[in-house]
């Protein structure tokens, strides 16, 4: 694992976007079709609002990308709770994902509900790894609509139904499982409010998704200093 400390949230959304321009080139470099697990979040959105013009900026081909949701709210197409919708108006007007490229979580609609979206949306995934898996960490230690109070999944499914809080419904979600089928898994944190659940997450703990979820290659940790602020520096001395 990596921790990457940042001065504040801005400096961890600018390097945050050059990072993954960095990776989308090398990928596709290689002549692969880079497969893109995005999440939701504030923080998650800021460093999208930053990535969309930096890859406009780039020579990263953004209609070769293939682009997958970690969660959402399990609501019709059009409503505003709807993430995949509010995430990709963000890279509107600097780049253009192709449609069949871009892989949205099922929207209720009349005919569909929730066990039938998780399943459809577990066929679709099928065996796919993704290269990079950006998840933000809530303060409970959740990430990509997972929580530590929703750990009860479907054997064999990749989404499991998560109710939400206040009763209102569902939302869907990716399991640990399949988020841990990722190359690189980054974790985003930011704020004062990270600060006492980021140690244990960086432990391990077992009781929360974030302290579950790892990359197959790579876990790398995007922190800014309030987050980060219980976690100890280690110097090397040469």
């Known amino acids: 694992m990596q921790l990457i400390r940042h001065l504040d949230i801005d400096d961890l959304a600018e390097r945050t976007a050059a990072r993954a321009v960095n990776k989308l080139l090398e990928l596709q470099a290689e002549g692969r079709i880079p497969q893109l697990c995005l999440s939701h979040g504030s923080l998650a959105r800021k460093v999208y609002r930053t990535l969309a013009p930096a890859l406009e900026a780039s020579a990263v081909d953004a209609s070769a990308l293939e682009v997958w949701f970690s969660g959402d709210n399990f609501?019709?197409?059009?409503?505003?709770?709807?993430?995949?919708?509010?995430?990709?108006?963000?890279?509107?007007?600097?780049?253009?994902?192709?449609?069949?490229?871009v892989h949205s979580?099922?929207?209720?609609?009349?005919?569909?509900?929730?066990?039938?979206?998780?399943?459809?949306?577990?066929?679709?995934?099928?065996?796919?790894?993704?290269?990079?898996?950006?998840?933000?960490?809530?303060?409970?230690?959740?990430?990509?609509?997972?929580?530590?109070?929703?750990?009860?999944?479907?054997?064999?499914?990749?989404?499991?139904?998560?109710?939400?809080?206040?009763?209102?419904?569902?939302?869907?979600?990716?399991?640990?499982?399949?988020?841990s089928n990722s190359q690189e898994v980054w974790m985003l944190a930011a704020g004062s409010e990270l600060a006492e659940v980021f140690p244990q997450a960086l432990a391990g703990d077992e009781g929360m998704p974030a302290g579950q979820v790892r990359g197959l290659s790579k876990t790398i940790w995007l922190a800014d200093r309030q987050a980060a602020a219980n976690i100890p520096y280690f110097e090397c001395g040469f």
């Open 75 to 101: 609501v019709s197409t059009d409503s505003h709770m709807r993430m995949a919708g509010s995430t990709l108006a963000l890279f509107a007007g600097h780049i253009s994902f192709d449609p069949a490229r």
């Open 105 to 179: 979580l099922p929207a209720a609609e009349a005919s569909i509900d929730p066990a039938v979206a998780a399943d459809s949306y577990s066929k679709e995934l099928g065996d796919t790894q993704f290269d990079i898996c950006i998840l933000e960490v809530s303060p409970v230690g959740g990430v990509g609509g997972l929580s530590a109070a929703h750990q009860e999944i479907t054997p064999g499914r990749a989404v499991a139904i998560i109710p939400k809080e206040d009763g209102s419904g569902e939302r869907l979600a990716l399991t640990e499982k399949h988020l």
